[in-house]
């Protein structure tokens, strides 16, 4: 979680409050915690001032919080009187769900949820680095790498709405006639390219190239996105009803990542993608389909990550689970899991065969990609059918997606898309007011969030205060 996350606020009120109930200064707490620093996670002693820092800004490691709790003796009683619970803390965070109701049972969900509180720590740090960073860095060591880099911002979105989207970013070598410069070749510049969550461009280069030079041969082209990307949640609690999000399609042609982003972004919740998190573990994000199917499989049930909507697309009928993509392998879904189903027309299934995620140069021609048109066409279907024949308590809908080749149309449709997701959550008797929410958004990713709000109150979305509207 970054420091500014919603989570750490309420960290800050809890230390302040139990360091006065406990009559606990700044000093007298960084000794007593250094006298368990193996324990804490610390790799260094601290000090009074980190203590006041930790009071008023920066976090400690989240390892440190259960020997914090444990020092101030920590629990649910606001006057200190009941005895110390070491899953308080988190609880109170969000970090962990609901105690276990059995007492001896605390330590033990304690330790196990600890280490997915470390997983959910690393993936936030991630998603902390703001796009702009992501791309100084990536420039930063190309240089390092003697490598040079052209960085052309993009603005897109409805027609009138018009979003810092992304930026796109070719390298290629000092001397022009060298071939394309290979990330894996320079491991600096690999990790500022994973770190930033950047993601292969088919776009026109922005260096000029020479005439007998084609543009695969000579450029690594790359884009980070500023919608899309993972990003931490605002909101410390899930709302009532909606535990959390999950958009599925068959492919990246509906811009499931988009859809996902911008309804996590209205509602306060951080955003996930199966794709990037595979790409943790096995570097290339366009053949991990295995990995990000068991990846889906477990939030679905076992490891529902609460506050939070993440998206999952490509190969996305395993071989193992017929009840993919809505419910695990035994058949299991997490109660009020609000799923929605991006649903392809063929056009949109034909592009996607032509130009495959993670490939350079030009489209493949239509007679050379039957098969792969054929299968893509077998997902989708499948997967309608499963949602048709779903029963029981299981939240899945669906929405029509058709092909378009123009920016400004496509964005439309995930905007649109957008709108009634959060139309289908509102029907479903949640209501919210996310006013504070949005304001801190506008503050704070004002590349994108304006303009999101404005489309959204224009067109009476729910959750969305009238005063975005656009001003006529």
Known sequence: MAAHDASWDIFRSELKHWMELRRYTNKALADAINADADDAGLSAPITEQIIKRWRHSTSPPLQSLKVIGRILGMSNDPAGNAPYDPTYLPRAMGILEAAPEHSELIEAAYRLQSIRAKITDAQSTLARATADEGVVNIVRRAMESG????????????????????????????????????????????????????????????????????????LSPWAVQYVGRPRPGIVHRPHDGVPAVVITSVTTTPWTDDVGALVAMVLGYGFTTTRELARELVKDPYRSDHLRNDIHDNFLSAATPTRRVWSHHGSILSGDNPYAPFRDAQGRVTNQLVQICLVEDDASLLHTAQFPPGRLGGGRPVDEVS????????????????????????????????????????????????????????GLGIDGDLRDVHDRLVRSDPQVAPQVLRWLADHDAPFVDPRYRTRR
Request: proline share 12%.
């Open 371 to 426: 098969s792969e048109f054929d299968e893509l066409r077998r997902q989708r279907d499948t997967m309608v059918a499963r949602a048709e024949e779903l029963t029981g308590n299981v939240r899945v809908f669906s929405l029509p997606v058709t092909f378009s080749p123009e920016p400004d149309e496509r964005w439309l449709q995930v905007f649109r898309c957008t709108l009634a997701v959060l139309q289908i959550i509102a």
């Open 147 to 218: 490598l040079g880099a052209a960085v052309l911002p993009i603005f897109e979105g409805p027609r009138g709405y018009p979003m810092h989207v992304s930026d796109r970013i070719d390298l290629r070598e000092p001397q022009p006639d060298r071939p394309a410069p290979k990330p894996i070749d320079h491991p600096g510049l690999a990790d500022a390219l994973q770190d930033s969550f950047a993601v292969v461009s088919r776009r026109t280069p922005r260096f000029a190239v020479p005439a007998d030079a084609p543009t695969p041969t000579t």
